[in-house]
């Protein structure tokens, strides 16, 4: 009697989809993130202003805890006094306490920054996408319009958006935030488009089309997943750029209400005592190096994320 021998099953393979793939790279950029020097300091100084922002109420304690951003005042006096125990970084023009304003800055800061770069990343991508994805009319329109935002320039345009609203509306964060916004999306919707239009053309695309997957579906799961990595890494740059570009609307007067703890009104108490900062360095130095160093930290992990994510950029071992 003849025996056969059954051939031995091959071992189980896991299957590496689109998906699976863009978790992997999110899990070895995360890595490489922490281990990358320049962007470990910049996540360590991330931290540091995050747990400032947190522990504001301990640092600051505010003395009316229904308006904890308003700046508490120590007098009218009109020059800057320098710091003393009970006001460690000193008082600013109108006796504002540098310190209080500097440490609730932080949750400021982290409050324009993050919300700009959110509102004009989200904007940017769904006009991209939309463009990239269906191309054709769709997109020469939607391109069209994103050009004639690029036609303005950026801080310009800000300032006069915000100067109309501020006579509308009245002072505040939210009429800088609007204008900041309002023609911050443009390089979201350039740069996204470009990656989608070649993503699109993927075979994994390309097969979840032929078998009828719906057209958000393989945005959502396959397009935006495998393009969006050069988004991160310019809205990881922007949180800086935007906390500065408020920062200068504030010291002209279209930011912050009067008082608010905010980082760039600090430095607007000083416009007057410009030519006696050899003497009252103070009303500058603590808030402009908050500014510095809150805008280096967004910058160093910005930069290491694009040369983790750019072979170009790597150097060779």
């Not at 990239?132 to 345009?157: C, H, K, N, S, T």
Request: glycine share 8%.
């Amino acid at each position: 009697m003849n025996t056969t021998v059954a051939p031995a099953l091959p071992a189980r393979q896991e299957i590496e989809t689109p998906r699976s793939r863009s978790w992997i790279g999110a899990w070895k950029v995360a890595k490489r993130l922490l281990t990358n020097p320049a962007s470990l300091l910049g996540v360590l100084l991330i931290l540091m202003f995050a747990g400032v922002a947190i522990a504001a109420p301990i640092l600051a304690p505010p003395a009316n805890a229904r308006q904890p951003y308003l700046i508490p005042r120590d007098g009218f006096a009109p020059e800057p006094r320098p710091p003393s125990l009970k006001h460690p970084f000193g008082t600013s023009e109108g006796q504002y306490d540098i310190y209080y304003g500097v440490i609730w800055g932080t949750r400021t800061a982290f409050q324009v920054g993050l919300i700009i770069t959110g509102c004009t990343a989200v904007i940017g991508l769904l006009v991209g996408s939309i463009a990239g994805f269906y191309g054709g009319w769709l997109d020469e329109i939607l391109m069209r319009v994103v050009e004639i935002f690029i036609a303005f320039p950026f801080l310009m345009a800000a300032i006069t958006m915000a100067a109309v609203l501020q006579s509308k509306i009245g002072r505040g964060l939210t009429v800088s935030m609007i204008a900041l916004i309002a023609f911050g999306w443009t390089t979201y919707a350039r740069l996204i488009r470009g990656d989608i239009l070649s993503v699109k053309q993927r075979d994994y695309v390309l097969a979840a089309r032929a078998i009828g997957v719906r057209d958000l579906r393989i945005i959502v799961r396959h397009v935006l997943p495998n393009a969006i990595y050069p988004t991160l890494v310019v809205a990881s740059m922007d949180v800086g750029t935007y906390v500065i570009s408020f920062a200068g609307l504030s010291f002209l007067g279209l930011g912050a209400e009067v008082g608010y703890a905010d980082w760039g009104q600090l430095i607007s108490f000083a416009r007057n005592w410009i030519p006696t900062l050899s003497r009252h360095w103070y009303i500058v130095v603590y808030p402009g190096v908050a500014i510095l160093l809150f805008v280096l930290s967004w910058n160093l992990l910005g930069d290491a994320f694009r040369d983790i994510l750019d072979p170009r950029m790597r150097r060779p071992r």
